[in-house]
């Protein structure tokens, strides 16, 4: 007879009863850890050697009495702990957002998981995304009961529509067998007794310089230690263990949502060879992921594969291979032809300086005259006190006065236009800034949404599917911060032989002189109002990785490309990923 499927409710009724193995599996970690640790507090007192108290008639049960009930309380303290704060601090240290609706990757994703979510019979699941150049994806249980599911910008970029299905299939199929409840539970366990051995290691290297372990004592700590060391490795190949199977399981459950056990096949194979460390990662994660983070590295050997979280890769594209009676090597060839056609049909993006000849070929005339202020702008009529009693910087603007390094509402400001010298907090104007720019509103209204460089209006448009501020004049894009990454991480876009030729120059004379200014004096110097905020904007380098020189808003997190800036940057970061 055909059994009934369980609903979502029921296997979460099923999973916590057993949680219940595992608790008392914790319970006996600690009973050993915490017995060690006693019979090291004893032996530091010299309570063991020479009196005879562990043939003492009575000493034995009072002591497994005591340490049974000790045991208890600190393994349901961290029991609740993992299952109420583990989820949260997890999602926390891999950087997980919720997905921009604006973002039409992000939208594709969110119709995705929502469709299998259907077809599973699951009522709510949460979406996160991990800034994330690596192509992977996670499925967790939050301290609510409500399972989420986390996939990376790499996997958004490199996916296609079929092989996110099949990732979204995959870890809600971890979701419905009850896996991901399991498995958050363990990796969470893990991960404190992880944290413990980190903290005891740093102290012990600590008293090592200073020459403590030297003066008796030793032997506690090192019980102690081997203690914690012994329960973090237990509870490792525990997690790695239970994750092994269930993954070809939750491939095959993933084939009867999504139906393409080929596309499932490939996305597991661009997630190996595509893939890094995933934000601040540490091994006791790895079963939560689709692909073990540091799957490239992992040597294919049997030592390789005892400590794997995850079955060798081979086995698992072998297994979805058969189901379309196809070999693993097919595969890996669909997977190539689609990165070359891809490649192909990428379209190009010019230079600026292109773009310039083109239109002037189109549309011969006289030069364009240098842009105007647009009208409105807010005239300099603000002077700062400086050190000196008579001493006085500016004339400056409300917004380069509260720019100036240091600026605070108790300084002397000096407005010329009234002739009224003052503190600062006592002009109207001033508060009125300060106010709008803790809330983050325009400084200076007339300033909003033009070009700081030409001072027209913006237009809005998608790059990359990210959605962007662009100047038609200059061709500056106003981004947000949090946004470039996935840019970066996309590729819609080729570029054209003459801004590869301007980003090797750039590569030339400023990556290896990272120190050497990369704007002129008056470039620094110039009002660069932020079209968002009207906040003046600072010339910063894009990153310590890639000093790429733009103009960052530190008051709404905007950044301010120039022409052909952002499309630098990208060459950048592509050639050093394709080495």
Not at 11 to 24: M, N, P, T, V
Not at 32 to 39: E, F, N, R, T
Not at 252 to 271: G, H, N, S, T
Not at 515 to 520: A, G
């Amino acid at each position: 007879m055909a059994t009934r499927t369980r609903d979502f409710y029921e296997i979460q009724e099923r999973q916590r009863r057993k949680s219940l193995l595992l608790f008392a599996a914790v319970l006996g970690f600690h009973f050993v850890a915490l017995g060690l640790v006693g019979l090291a507090f004893l032996a530091t007192f010299g309570l063991v050697a020479g009196t005879g108290l562990l043939a003492s008639p009575g000493f034995w049960p009072r002591f497994v009495l005591f340490d049974l009930v000790v045991a208890a309380v600190v393994a349901l303290l961290h029991f609740q702990d993992a299952r109420t704060n583990g989820p949260r601090f997890i999602l926390k240290r891999l950087q997980a957002a919720t997905p921009d609706a604006a973002d039409r990757y992000h939208v594709m994703f969110l119709n995705t998981l929502d469709e299998i979510r259907i077809a599973a019979g699951l009522p709510r699941v949460n979406a996160y995304v991990l800034p994330s150049f690596a192509v992977n994806s996670i499925a967790v249980i939050e301290e609510d009961g409500t399972p989420a599911v986390a996939v990376t910008e790499g996997l958004l970029a490199e996916g296609t529509r079929d092989e996110l299905q099949a990732v979204a299939a995959h870890e809600l199929a971890h979701i419905a067998r009850g896996d991901a409840f399991y498995l958050t539970l363990v990796c969470s366990l893990a991960n404190l007794f992880e944290k413990f051995k980190d903290a005891l290691g740093s102290a012990a290297e600590d008293d090592g310089a200073c020459g403590d372990a030297r003066r008796g004592g030793g032997f506690p700590p090192v019980l102690f230690y081997a203690a914690v060391a012994l329960s973090a490795l237990v509870m490792r190949l525990l997690s790695m263990l239970v994750s092994r199977e269930r993954e070809l399981l939750a491939d095959a459950a993933a084939v009867e949502l999504c139906r393409a056990p080929e596309a499932l096949a490939r996305i597991i194979y661009k997630a190996h060879i595509k893939n890094s460390f995933v934000g601040d990662f540490t091994l006791s994660y790895a079963p939560l992921f689709i692909v073990r983070p540091d799957a490239r590295d992992t040597p294919d050997n049997i030592w390789g594969r005892i400590f794997s979280s995850h079955p060798p890769l081979m086995k698992r594209i072998g297994a979805l291979a058969a189901m379309v009676r196809k070999k693993p090597e097919a595969v890996f060839d669909a997977v190539w032809d689609e990165e070359r056609a891809r490649e192909a049909a990428r379209g190009v993006l010019v230079s600026f300086e292109e773009s310039r000849k083109e239109q002037l070929a189109l549309f011969p005339g006289p030069e364009e005259v240098a842009p105007q202020a647009a009208a409105g702008d807010e005239a300099r009529i603000w002077m700062l006190g400086a050190a000196g009693d008579k001493a006085w910087e500016g004339p400056f603007t409300i917004a380069e006065l509260l720019c100036r390094p240091r600026f605070s509402a108790i300084m002397r400001v000096r407005n010329t236009q009234e002739g009224v010298e003052a503190r600062a907090r006592e002009f109207p104007q001033v508060r009125l800034a300060l106010h709008n720019l803790a809330r983050k509103k325009p400084l200076a209204p007339g300033r909003q949404n033009l070009c700081p460089r030409c001072r027209i209006p913006l237009a809005e448009v998608f790059y990359e599917g990210v959605g962007v501020r662009v100047c038609g004049r200059c061709r500056g894009r106003l981004v947000d911060a949090g946004s470039v990454d996935r840019i970066v991480a996309r590729r819609e876009l080729a570029f054209s032989d003459p801004l590869r030729e301007k980003a090797r120059r750039f590569r030339e004379t400023a990556v290896r002189n990272p120190l050497k200014r990369q704007k002129i004096e008056s470039a620094l110097a110039a009002d660069v109002p932020c079209p968002a905020c009207g906040y003046r904007m600072a010339a910063r380098p894009y990153n310590y990785q890639y000093f790429v020189p733009v103009d960052k808003c530190l008051s709404c997190s905007k950044i301010w490309f120039d022409a052909d800036e952002l499309e630098i940057l990208q060459v950048l970061i592509e050639d050093r990923t394709s080495k």
